[in-house]
């Protein structure tokens, strides 16, 4: 297992354009070490949970991030599971006009939460681990993590396309806890 440091503000790094993966270097012992260590780090995030991480996330200029698809366990609904995927060199290809409002965060800028507006819907390509290219086409939750990724790659930080005010985690528990109570009281 290879859980390395996450990169937080104000390293530079989170600034800048990252190096597109050659062809050649895909495949290579560099780029597999950096996908393992991209997995286990974000693997290894619970406080709060990592739905993707970009290599330069990890003191890494590449190109080369992973997302997490969240879904119900179907024999036992109280639990999650996930699917990982490897992007090299991911690039939206389309996205819709239609977009959303949701809240985000991100593992290098800590206890800091604010409404993004995303495309509501992408279609993506990219290189999987094995270089083999793969096209795919996501909206919802995935659609907003790999658009945040994508940035990532880009040296935009989401803090950048906040709407609105910033939020702590602890502002954001107690806002959940309200909406929960009105859903119960309503």
Do not use: W
């Amino acid at each position: 297992m290879s859980v390395v440091p996450i990169v937080t503000i104000p390293n530079e790094i989170l600034n800048k354009p990252t190096e597109k993966v050659g062809v050649a270097e895909v495949t290579s012992g560099e780029i597999k070490q950096l996908i393992q260590n991209l997995l286990d780090t974000v693997l290894a995030a619970k406080d709060p949970i990592g739905a993707g991480l970009a290599a330069p996330q990890i003191g890494v200029s590449k190109r080369v991030c992973v997302v997490r698809r969240f879904y119900q366990n179907p024999e036992n609904p109280d639990e999650d599971l996930t699917k990982e995927y490897v992007l090299i060199n991911p690039k939206i290809i389309s996205s819709s006009d239609e977009t959303v409002l949701g809240i985000e965060g991100c593992l290098s800028v800590p206890d800091t939460y604010g409404n993004v507006e995303r495309a509501k819907k992408i279609k993506i390509k990219a290189l999987n681990e094995k270089g083999e290219p793969i096209r795919m086409s996501e909206s919802g939750f995935m659609a907003r993590v790999i658009q945040h990724e994508i940035d990532h790659l880009d040296g935009i930080l989401f803090t950048t396309k906040i709407t609105g005010k910033t939020y702590t985690e602890a502002e954001l528990d107690e806002i959940n806890k309200e909406k929960e109570a009105e859903l119960v009281e309503g």
